[in-house]
Structures are given as structure tokens and as C-alpha cells.
């Protein structure tokens, strides 16, 4: 089947990156001279993406005013009034609510390889959730899985794993019935709304009853939540991009 709409989560303060996100948010900030989320946008538009949705909070006006630089496909603002005292998952709730399809989900401040997206959309499993292997980032979040490289857990703590196979990166592929698995968790574990949990801990919720594919790629990427981040992405990660893509 082939998936034309992708759910960015862009609602976070920003907060341990306040020299930018004072004045814009995460998605804003440019690295070879384009905003970070505008390029995935282009991205996404040459892999067949012709809807966006994108989960606002912080600074939501930005993103308004963004969505008319791109008439070239549909972009939608989806406002998580509550996303001061939430987590990503209500975000990523919010913004399925009227979902009835399979779709993509990225998180607003990654900076990757173009082909990452269609590593996840040739994956013949319904849910992918895509990982690396070691990043040395800072800010890991670090994946457990069974022997089928299917999602066990994962945690920032090593230590609450079994052992360490991947790391997260941010971008996956969710089918649309896995939204309301999602929801169906959150009220079996007496969880109340708006949720509190970043998305990726929900994803470990339904893992007993959802298969979640982790696919891993030896691709460059890096989130960008810190001013080291920022400085790792323009000094190493940006010009292996620009290298590999380019071939």
C-alpha cells in the first residue's frame, strides 16, 4: 500500500536549547542553510507524501505561517493545547484522531540521510519503527528486541534493558489501526489524558499485542536538542549527508 500522509511532532518547548527556541521552535532551526523540518517536508513531498500533519504546541505560529511556503502539498496544523503538561504521545494522538490510513511519524528535529524514509516505506512490515546502531549522541535512547527484531523495550537507561541492539532515530512507519491500539493501552493502564509519555513509550506499551518491526540503518542522522547536538550536526553529520547523497 502506498502511504501519502506523514505525522510530525513539532509541540516541545525546546527548552534545554533556548538560544534558539527563545526565538522559534525546534523545527525552525537551520542547518546548511534550510529550517530542519522544512527539509523533511521536501523530502517527504519527493517520496510520495501528499499530506503533513504537524502536531504544534510552542510557539504554533510559526508553523501556520510555514505552511504557506509549501503549496506544493497539504499541510495541516494540529494544536496540542496541553502540550506544556504532555508528552509526545498526546501529540501524536491528536494528530490521528481522523486518521484512517497508514502513515509515517517523525519527530520535527531530526537532521538525516533522504533515504532513510524509503528504507521505512520498503519495509514490508505494517509497523517499522527505524533504528541505528551506535551514535555516541548524548542522548540516546537506547532499544531492546527479540531475536525477529521486533520491539521489546527501550529506555535512556541501559540498565533497564536485557541488552542494547539499536537506538531509536525518530522516524517510523504506523499502521492505521496502530493509533488506536495506542489509546486502547492508555485506558487498560489507567493512564489519563492528556498523556504524559513520550510516543516512543507507548509503542513499548502495545509491543506485547502489536508486532513493531525494528528496522535498522547504517545512515547518518542526529536530533538536535542541545547546542552539542547543533555543533555535531553541522560538523559531522551534515557534510556525511551532503557526501552520500550526492553519490
Known sequence: ???????????????????????????????????IIERS?????????RRIIIGTG??????????????????????????ANSGSLETLLRCTEALDCDFLSL???????????????????????LASGETQSGD??????????ELVNLSKDPAMLSRIDAELVGIC??????PYALR?????????????????????????????????TGLPWTEIDTLEHLERANKLIWPRIQSIEKV
Open 107 to 129: 519527530e520535527s528535529d531530526l537532521l538525516y540521510d533522504s533515504r532513510m524514509i524509503e528504507q521505512v516505506l520498503s519495509s514490508p512490515y505494517a509497523n517499522v519503527i
Open 184 to 216: 486502547q493501552w492508555l485506558v487498560k493502564a489507567g493512564l489519563a489524558r492528556p498523556a504524559q509519555l513520550h510516543y516512543e513509550e507507548g509503542l513499548v506499551g502495545i509491543a506485547d499485542t502489536v508486532l513493531l518491526h525494528v528496522e535498522k
Open 173 to 178: 512507519k504506523l499502521a492505521a489501526e496502530t
Open 1 to 35: 500500500m502506498t502511504i501519502d500522509t506523514a505525522v510530525i511532532m513539532a509541540a516541545g518547548l525546546g527548552s534545554r536549547i533556548p538560544e534558539f527556541s527563545r526565538h522559534g521552535p525546534k523545527g525552525f532551526i537551520r542547518v546548511g542553510g534550510q529550517r
Open 58 to 83: 510552542y510557539r504554533a505560529m510559526n508553523y501556520a505561517t510555514m505552511v504557506k511556503r509549501h503549496p506544493e502539498v497539504r499541510i495541516e496544523c494540529v494544536l496540542n493545547v496541553d502540550y
Open 140 to 149: 540516546e535512547v537506547y532499544i531492546e528486541t527479540n531475536e525477529r527484531s
Open 41 to 49: 517536508i521536501d523530502i517527504l513531498e519527493r517520496h510520495g507524501v
